[in-house]
C-alpha cells in the first residue's frame, strides 16, 4: 500500500488543518457493486469480490476512503431475525428480537470474532475488510460500518415501541436496552479495526430530529458516547458518526459524544452545521444524494461542492461528501465530478 497523502489529508481535516485540496468520502457501499456491473448478490458474501469493486470504484471515483462493507443489516440476520436479502440492494429486517422493554434482559447479542456465532458477519463484513486492505494501492481509508447505540435498540424492539416507551416513562430501562447495544456495536467495531478498517465508522439515524425530540438527545448520546470511547480504550483510529436528517440541534453534542467528524445530511444549511461545530468537530458532507449525486449533472455537482467547502470547510474540518449514501442508481462521472471538485475548488 504506497503513501500518497490520502490519511494525512484527512488527519489534516480533523485537525482544522489547511492543506491544498479537501478530502472526499464516495459514501459508497452497493454502489461501487452497481457500478462494476454485477448484482450485490454477487458481492455480499464473496469478500474478493467486494473489496475489489469497492478499491476500484473509490480510486475512480477520486474518495479518500472505500468502504467494501455491501449490506449493513448481516448482524441482525446473524441474531436470528428475520431478514430478507434482495439480489440487488439492501436486506430489510422484518422482525424484532423482544416485543416489550421489559424482555432487555433476554436479549443476547454475539461475538463478533467468534465465527461460529456470526458466519454472515464474519463474511460479508471482516473477510472483506481483510481483503481490501490487502489489495489496497494507496494509503485510503478503510471503512467498517455499523448502527449505533438507538437505531441498534430501535431494531432489536421496533423504533415506533423504542420511542413510545420512552414517551411512557420508561426511559432507565431504554437506556439500559441502548447502552447494551453500545457494547455490542464497540465488539463489532473492534472486530472490524482488527480485520482492517482504520476508522470507527458508525451510523446512527434514529437519533435525528426527524425521529427524536431534543430532549431525547441524552439516551442517543449516551449510547455514542459509551461505544466510541470503549473503541478509542483500545485502538487509536478517529470516530465518525453519521445521522440523516435534521440534526442541528444535535451537531454541538457530537464532540463531547467522542465523534472526531460528524457526518451531516443535506437537510442542514453548511454554514449553519459550521457554527454549530464550531471549531473543535470536524464535518463531512453535506450534497444532496438524490438531487444531485444521483440526477444531477457534474457540473451542478461542482458546484454544490464548491458551495460546501465555502461554507463550512474553507479553514479545514471537512470531508466533503454527499449527505447520505451515495444512491445506488449514481452515475460514475456525477461521484467523480464531487471527487475532482476537492482537488480544483483550491486552484482557482
Same mark, same amino acid.
Given at each position: 500500500m504506497k503513501d500518497t497523502g490520502h490519511r494525512s489529508t484527512i488527519d489534516a481535516a480533523l485537525n482544522f488543518e489547511k492543506t491544498d485540496r479537501t478530502p472526499v468520502n464516495n459514501f459508497a457501499l452497493v454502489t461501487a457493486a452497481r457500478s =462494476? *456491473? %454485477?448484482?450485490?448478490?454477487? =458481492?455480499? !458474501?464473496?469478500? #474478493?469480490?467486494?473489496?475489489?469493486? /469497492?478499491v476500484d470504484y473509490a480510486m475512480r471515483t477520486k474518495s479518500d476512503f472505500v468502504k467494501p462493507v455491501v449490506d449493513s443489516q448481516i448482524p441482525f440476520a446473524d441474531l436470528g431475525m428475520d431478514v430478507v436479502f434482495p439480489d440487488?440492494? !439492501? *436486506?430489510?429486517?422484518?422482525?424484532?428480537? %423482544?416485543?416489550?422493554?421489559?424482555? %432487555?434482559?433476554?436479549?443476547?447479542?454475539?461475538?463478533?470474532?467468534?465465527?461460529? #456465532?456470526?458466519?454472515?458477519?464474519?463474511?460479508c463484513i &471482516?473477510?472483506? &475488510?481483510?481483503?481490501t486492505e490487502k489489495i489496497l494501492p494507496e494509503d485510503l481509508h478503510i471503512c467498517g460500518l455499523s448502527w449505533g447505540p438507538i437505531s441498534t435498540a430501535g431494531y432489536i424492539m421496533g423504533?415506533?415501541?423504542? @420511542?413510545?416507551?420512552?414517551?411512557?416513562?420508561?426511559e432507565e430501562?431504554?437506556?439500559? &436496552?441502548? &447502552?447494551? +447495544?453500545?457494547?455490542? %456495536?464497540?465488539?463489532q467495531e473492534k472486530a472490524q479495526i482488527d480485520a482492517g478498517a482504520s476508522v470507527m465508522w458508525m451510523?446512527?439515524?434514529?437519533? /435525528?430530529?426527524?425521529?427524536?425530540?431534543?430532549?431525547? $438527545?441524552?439516551l442517543a448520546l449516551s449510547g455514542i458516547k459509551s461505544c466510541i470511547s470503549s473503541v478509542k480504550k483500545d485502538y487509536d483510529v478517529p470516530a465518525f458518526l453519521h445521522? +440523516?436528517?435534521?440534526?442541528?440541534?444535535? @451537531?454541538?453534542?457530537?464532540?463531547?459524544? *467522542? =465523534?472526531? +467528524? $460528524?457526518? $451531516?445530511d443535506h437537510a442542514v444549511d453548511p454554514a449553519v452545521a459550521r457554527s454549530a461545530a464550531g471549531n473543535k468537530l470536524a464535518l463531512m458532507g453535506n450534497i444532496d444524494p438524490v438531487r444531485y449525486i444521483m440526477n444531477g449533472t457534474p457540473e451542478e455537482i461542482v458546484s454544490e461542492s464548491y458551495k460546501v467547502i465555502e461554507a463550512c470547510g474553507s479553514d479545514g474540518g471537512l470531508v466533503l461528501a454527499p449527505g447520505c449514501e451515495s444512491p445506488i442508481m449514481s452515475p460514475d462521472e456525477n461521484v467523480l465530478a464531487m471527487g475532482q471538485a476537492g482537488i480544483d475548488y483550491w486552484k482557482q
Open positions: =462494476a *456491473g %454485477i448484482l450485490v448478490k454477487d =458481492a455480499r !458474501y464473496t469478500p #474478493e469480490v467486494s473489496a475489489k469493486v /469497492s440487488d440492494d !439492501y *436486506g430489510t429486517v422484518r422482525s424484532k428480537m %423482544i416485543n416489550d422493554i421489559s424482555e %432487555i434482559d433476554d436479549v443476547a447479542f454475539f461475538d463478533p470474532r467468534n465465527v461460529s #456465532e456470526c458466519p454472515r458477519f464474519d463474511k &471482516l473477510q472483506s &475488510l481483510t481483503e423504533a415506533e415501541d423504542l @420511542i413510545m416507551s420512552i414517551m411512557m416513562g420508561e430501562a431504554v437506556q439500559k &436496552l441502548i &447502552l447494551k +447495544c453500545a457494547d455490542f %456495536i464497540a465488539d451510523a446512527d439515524p434514529t437519533a /435525528s430530529e426527524d425521529l427524536i425530540s431534543p430532549d431525547m $438527545f441524552p445521522v +440523516c436528517g435534521n440534526t442541528t440541534d444535535l @451537531i454541538p453534542f457530537a464532540h463531547d459524544a *467522542g =465523534a472526531d +467528524c $460528524f457526518s $451531516f
